[in-house]
């Protein structure tokens, strides 16, 4: 016999738990479907594990800055907090609980997708006229011989560490590569990073590439770009050695795979549902439909593998399904790698500039100066915002930095991108830190008098 239910969501990560609360404070009947943990990667594998492990790492990396120790060695995450009090345990029994009594119905196992409108999951059969795939994605493991009977690590693992490894060797060039990387060096192991491709964070300015390439080499990680790992065997001493394709071998006690990652679309399976599935996701219209009757919402969609986007398209797909439809905008989105000191990007590239045939002016203003916080922290600003600017229209339309805490104040730059603010009146914007809002001003105002002469 079947279940009966108005909306029915598979994956209760960041974007489906989201997706399904919204539906039911509306009133809606709501089947939430999970193989895993409520809450999904972000919360127990991903950005929470590695942001709070990097926490007591950067502060002490600063300390010792401004004290003038060289060492970035801290000890490691036990000789700071442990890491049960940091992280939350591998139970999610509360968020389910929490969940049931909004009367949303939780529903454990693996969902198979018999057609739009039919799910089984184990014994039990869903019915409804609204399914939402929020299947997240896994890490995409690259076929190197010798690495499937290695003992290697994904995110997951070098989250859950419990004895800190001497040597770390990680694989891939994008923000969770790089974050993980400096993770395990401020926690004093010596650390590789390879990539194939030919710059870090290649979905950047190659200038903000070369900036965190260049803080990762004063770190004392060293940094292979361009090169490819061929072989990966396990020697007598239970140390992994790995040869690169220029013939160089590398001995290391902890082999991160930390590359690009694949959405789980196993689901779908043979339904017959007409959706697009490429190798990026399930290809979304601007309402985060799939095919009809079918939403698909966060990594799975390939749109941004981002959980603040995640947890927008979780919004724009709900707010569809009950009638309340808007487009999704991504254009001005922020995109945060939690290094130290920080990357921070919005808007376009200079690549996406070029394609579109924009006329721009770029400005480029170096970073210097003590930031007073609230907090009573106070650090030293230092690295480089970059902002380019349509001429044509005069609104900014791309914006980076590389400076620590860059992630708390690029949503200047994101909010004048999606607003299309004239560059006069962003100009004109007070912020509540200066130190924060000066680089804006002075770039803003070359940027002013490039259009139109002196202010």
């Known amino acids: ?33 999970e193989r895993d943990l409520i809450g999904g990667e972000c919360a127990y594998w991903a950005s929470i594990p590695s ?12 300390a010792q800055q401004i004290a003038g120790i060289h060492s970035p060695a801290v000890g490691g995450p036990h000789g700071t907090i442990p890491r049960d009090a940091l992280l939350p345990a591998l139970d999610d ?7 049931q009594r909004t009367g949303i119905a939780v529903i454990r196992g ?21 399914l939402v795939l929020a299947t997240g994605s896994a890490p995409r493991i690259p076929d190197i011989a010798g690495l499937a009977a290695s003992v290697y690590w994904t995110n997951r693992e070098a989250t859950a560490f419990k004895a800190l490894p001497q040597s770390v060797l990680v694989l891939g060039g994008e923000s969770q590569a790089i974050e993980l990387a400096q993770m395990f060096r401020l926690f004093g192991a010596d650390v590789t990073l390879v990539t194939k491709a030919a710059r870090l964070i290649t979905h950047e300015d190659a200038d903000a590439a070369a900036l965190i ?28 050695v790995a040869l690169l394709d220029n013939g160089e071998r590398i001995v290391m006690q902890a082999l991160v795979v930390a590359g690009s990652r694949m959405p789980r679309t196993m689901a779908l399976g043979d339904s017959g549902i007409e959706a697009r599935v490429t190798e990026r996701g399930i290809e979304v219209d601007e309402r985060c439909r799939a095919a009809e009757g079918v939403w698909a919402i966060g990594d799975v969609t390939g749109v941004l593998p981002l959980s603040h986007v995640a947890l927008y398209q979780a919004h724009i797909a709900a707010d569809d399904i009950l009638g309340h439809t808007h487009p999704a905008q991504y254009l001005s989105v922020p995109r ?17 500039i070029q394609e579109r045939q924009l006329a721009v ?14 907090s009573g ?8 915002l970059t902002l380019h600017a349509d001429r044509e229209r005069g609104v900014l339309v791309g914006a980076w930095a590389v400076a620590p805490d860059a992630s708390e104040w690029i949503q200047l730059a994101a909010l004048a991108i999606r607003a299309a603010i004239p560059l006069a009146i962003f100009h004109d914007t007070l912020e509540q830190f200066p130190t924060f809002n000066e680089p804006y001003r002075i770039a803003l105002e070359r940027l002013i008098r490039e259009a139109a002469g002196p202010i």
């Not at 409108?117 to 019915?127: N, T």
């Not at 002016?361 to 609230?374: D, E, I, M, N, Y």
């Not at 922290?377 to 480089?384: F, I, K, P």
Request: hydrophobic content about 45%; overall charge negative; proline content about 3%.
């Open 93 to 99: 029994a509360a968020q389910m609980d929490a969940l």
């Open 336 to 352: 945060i790698y939690f290094t130290e000191p920080q990357v921070a990007a919005t808007g376009l590239t200079l690549a996406g």
């Open 51 to 62: 942001k709070t492990l990097f926490g007591p790492a950067n502060l002490l990396w600063r």
């Open 1 to 33: 016999m079947s279940e009966q239910f108005d909306a029915v969501v598979i994956g209760a990560g960041i974007a489906g738990e989201t997706c399904a609360q919204r539906l039911r404070d509306a009133g809606r009947s709501v089947a939430l479907v």
């Open 110 to 130: 693996n969902a198979r997708v018999l057609s739009a409108g039919r799910v089984e999951v184990a014994d039990r059969l869903l019915e409804t006229e609204r």
């Open 361 to 374: 002016s770029s400005v480029t203003v170096a970073l210097g100066g003590p930031v007073p916080r609230a």
């Open 213 to 240: 390439t260049r803080y990762l080499y004063q770190s004392g990680i060293r940094v292979l770009v361009g090169h490819t790992l061929t072989e990966v065997a396990c020697d007598d001493e239970e140390e992994y």
């Open 377 to 384: 922290v106070h650090n030293d600003l230092q690295g480089q």
